[in-house]
């Protein structure tokens, strides 16, 4: 079945750095990508959706970047603050969706 | 909005016991529902998916024997987790998917199982 690989597990930046988070997956026909956002104790926050058409798409703080040759979706937050320590998690799918293994982010002080 | 409301939060279960839990989308019809599970440290699985007129599909590894399904209309489902064991716990989660291809799934706050 589909695959997505998520890298890096855990993520540790400073307040105020930027911090990358990669999703690649192995089903070149999806059409639709998700990120996620749990933090703990929670459930799943919608982040982000993303049709294959369009490659970059920027939200408040961060910025979605697919690269459909490579298989491809990344996450990148601009400017990291303590409300954006969370676990991060790619998605993608069209009548079913299947999810990385997850992204732990910490932003230390 | 849409909202997806599951019950109850939390609950904990005697091994070899059954569980159910629900799931409820307020706001919008959803026409799939998705059950998944949040095993500890781990990613969340795809228990099954159903869709409105459309059998319900279980994965790999997970079976209608084991976890049946009930979805009667386009804002409710249960699913129960039969002869629970240490294995079944985590945190399950429903999502509800808006009507239209290319919508996110919207995911409750989840029912979390401990099985003891």
């Known amino acids: 079945g589909e695959q997505v690989e998520q890298r890096p597990p855990h993520l540790s930046v400073r307040e105020g750095d930027s911090a990358v988070i990669t999703c690649t997956y192995t089903?070149?026909?999806?059409?639709?990508f998700f990120w996620y956002k749990q933090e703990p104790g929670a459930s799943l926050q919608l982040l982000m959706k993303v049709f294959s058409s369009t490659e970059i798409n920027e939200g408040q703080g961060f910025t979605v970047l697919l690269n459909k040759k490579d298989t491809r979706l990344s996450l990148n937050l601009t400017a990291a603050h303590p409300g954006d320590s969370a676990a991060y998690f790619c998605?993608?799918?069209?009548?079913?969706?299947?999810f990385g293994a997850g992204t732990k982010l910490t932003i230390k002080p | 909005g849409a909202l997806v409301y599951q019950y109850p939060r939390r609950t904990i279960c005697k091994s070899g016991t059954s569980m159910r839990m629900e799931c409820q989308a307020v706001?919008?019809?959803?026409?799939?529902v998705a059950w998944y599970r949040q095993s500890p440290q781990k990613t969340f699985e795809l228990i099954a998916l159903s869709t409105v007129n459309s059998a319900i599909k279980y994965e790999q590894n997970f079976t209608q024997e084991k976890f049946p399904i009930s979805h009667p209309n386009l804002s409710f489902s249960s699913m129960t987790v039969l002869n629970a064991y240490l294995e079944d716990r985590g945190l399950y989660l429903c999502g509800a998917r808006l009507s239209g291809t290319g919508q996110a799934v919207f995911f409750g706050k989840g029912t979390r199982l401990t099985v003891v």
């Open positions: 706001g919008f019809q959803a026409t799939s």
């Open positions: 998605a993608h799918g069209n009548e079913k969706i299947t």
């Open positions: 089903d070149p026909n999806s059409y639709y």
